[in-house]
């Protein structure tokens, strides 16, 4: 069992930054694939982000690649998600989950385990 807490939410300016983390529990954290999904009112959760067990691969939406950077410690149980020039389509929750796929998976259905999930607004 690996339990989930994301952090880092909160209300930004748009072209601003923000950076999610997300710890985790348990002693197994470096064998999960790590993922950030999001969801906007009135819209189904999507993929965002993924990290290999390692952090040597990353996969990335299109919507965010080369704004976002999805990075971990394994030392620390934890994920990150630095967001730069944020847009206010980025308004959402965004979620952490953990999947005990051995490669980087993007579907939702691979994801085992869930965080709660932290808003993240941004404003124009």
């Known amino acids: 069992q690996v339990q989930l807490v994301e952090s880092g939410g909160g209300l930004v300016q748009a072209g601003g930054s923000l950076r999610l983390a997300c710890a985790a529990s348990?002693?197994?954290?470096?064998?999960?694939?790590m993922g950030w999904f999001r969801q906007a009112p009135g819209k189904e959760r999507e993929f965002v982000a993924a990290?290999?067990?390692?952090?040597?691969?990353?996969a990335y939406a299109d919507s965010v690649k080369g704004r976002f950077t999805i990075s971990r410690d394994n030392a620390k149980n934890t994920v990150y998600l630095q967001m730069n020039s944020l847009k206010p389509e980025d308004t959402a929750i965004y979620y952490c989950?953990?999947?005990?796929?051995?490669?980087?998976?993007?579907?939702?259905?691979?994801?085992?385990?869930w965080g709660q999930g932290t808003q993240v607004t941004v404003s124009s």
């Open positions: 990290i290999s067990r390692s952090g040597g691969s990353t």
């Open positions: 348990g002693r197994t954290f470096s064998m999960h694939v």
């Open positions: 989950a953990a999947s005990r796929s051995i490669v980087v998976v993007t579907a939702r259905n691979w994801y085992d385990y």
